[in-house]
Each structure stands twice: as structure tokens, then as C-alpha cells.
């Protein structure tokens, strides 16, 4: 067996493999992967879901499978509103000596 090589990650994957706009993809993943969670739990089907967010069922599909290119950030909190949920955007100063960052999303959630 031979030594394993590993480079600690930075928290977010999308950045550590050296995507464009990493922030704003884990933030959409961070996102979408609560109103996944919400849909599920609520037990909808991807026709009732698309009749409640207002899309189509293909497009929930895309949204399940992870395939965001096609839903901003807006769109994504609006799906979030429309499942019932509340969506609060907070500004505030980074803390020193932390990198810079265009964008972060935290999900607290308190539902099953």
C-alpha cells in the first residue's frame, strides 16, 4: 500500500477544482439542494412541484439532477418563498484575515 496524497479542500468543491464563479455555484447548490430536500419531504411529486413553483416538470428535473446553469440565484430563493420557507440575505464585513468572497449562502433549516 502506498501514502496517500491529499490537499485539504477549501470548502467549497466547485473553487478547489478551479470552476469560474465558484461562490455563486455553491451557492446555488446550497440552495437548491434545500428546496430538493423541501420537495421531498412535503412528498410532491415533480408535476405538483412544477405546478407550485411555476415551471415546468422538466426543469424540475434539471433542478433535482443538480443541473443549475438554467436558475439564478433569485429564482432559486423565489422557489424557496413559494414552498413556504423564508429567505433572508444578510451583508456584513468579512472578518480579518479571511479571504475575500463574492458570495456565501448558509442554509439553516428546521424543517424534516
Known amino acids: 500500500m502506498s501514502d496517500l496524497e491529499f490537499e485539504k479542500s477549501s470548502g467549497n468543491v466547485f473553487a ?9 455555484r455553491a451557492a446555488k447548490a446550497k440552495l437548491a439542494s ?33 443541473r443549475l446553469s438554467g436558475f439564478s440565484l433569485e ?11 423564508d429567505v433572508e440575505i444578510r451583508v456584513q464585513p468579512k472578518p ?8 456565501e449562502a448558509t442554509v439553516f433549516e428546521d424543517h424534516p
Open 34 to 66: 434545500c428546496i430538493n430536500r423541501i420537495i421531498t419531504s412535503k412528498r410532491l411529486s415533480q408535476s405538483e412541484a412544477a405546478r407550485l413553483l411555476g415551471i415546468d416538470q422538466p426543469k424540475v428535473s434539471a433542478l433535482k439532477r443538480g
Open 96 to 103: 480579518e484575515g479571511k479571504a475575500a468572497s463574492t458570495l
Open 75 to 85: 429564482r432559486l430563493c423565489k422557489f424557496l418563498v413559494k414552498l413556504g420557507h
Open 16 to 24: 478547489d477544482i478551479g470552476l469560474d464563479h465558484a461562490d455563486d
